[in-house]
């Protein structure tokens, strides 16, 4: 029985640390923006953005859109994918994304809040290549021009380990 006002005494005051309201771009008065604008942030993308072998072998390209709440000290929290490309992508678009926290908080009457962001994420397409076991495979003529595999004026073959990471 001593136990209920220590037990309702708890429940009160984790109530009193609750989030604040999350906010959308049209309900405050100046939205987030990444500090230094957006073509320091693009700037940082390009810097840190690291496409998986798995999609650079393939040749995949594509917009990954992702989401989260720019926190009142200029964090990023909740980020996930709105849109996806495909997992390898996705979560590396989530990692980048979460790894920029220098944001200029939302201010609604001249008070910092939450504000829900989503952003695009690019990841260039290029031109796929043989991708087996741990390694690229690269076909060559007698001019060491590069020539598909199964022409008939293939002379030499490259293979080069690749790490996953």
Do not use: C, H
Not at 26 to 52: C, H, M, W, Y
Not at 88 to 102: G, K, M, P, Q, T
Request: hydrophobic fraction near 40%; glycine fraction near 6%.
């Amino acid at each position: 029985m001593k136990y209920v006002p220590l037990t309702l005494l708890l429940f009160l005051s984790l109530s009193g640390f609750s989030q604040q309201t999350v906010y959308q771009v049209f309900e405050v008065d100046s939205a987030a923006q990444p500090r230094g604008g957006i073509p320091f942030f693009n700037t940082f993308l390009l810097a840190n953005l690291r496409k998986p072998i798995t999609a650079q072998a393939a040749g995949t390209g594509g917009r990954v859109i992702v989401s989260g709440i720019v926190e009142t000290d200029g964090s990023v929290s909740d980020v996930n994918v709105a849109i996806k490309l495909s997992p390898d992508l996705d979560r590396e678009a989530v990692r980048v994304f979460s790894l920029f926290n220098a944001w200029k908080p939302a201010q609604k009457n001249g008070q910092a809040v939450r504000q829900k962001i989503t952003f695009p994420i690019l990841f260039q397409p290029n031109k796929p290549f043989v991708y087996a076991n741990g390694q690229r495979v690269s076909y060559y003529d007698e001019e060491n021009s590069p020539a598909s595999d199964s022409s008939a004026r293939t002379r030499y073959k490259q293979i080069v380990p690749i790490d996953n990471n």
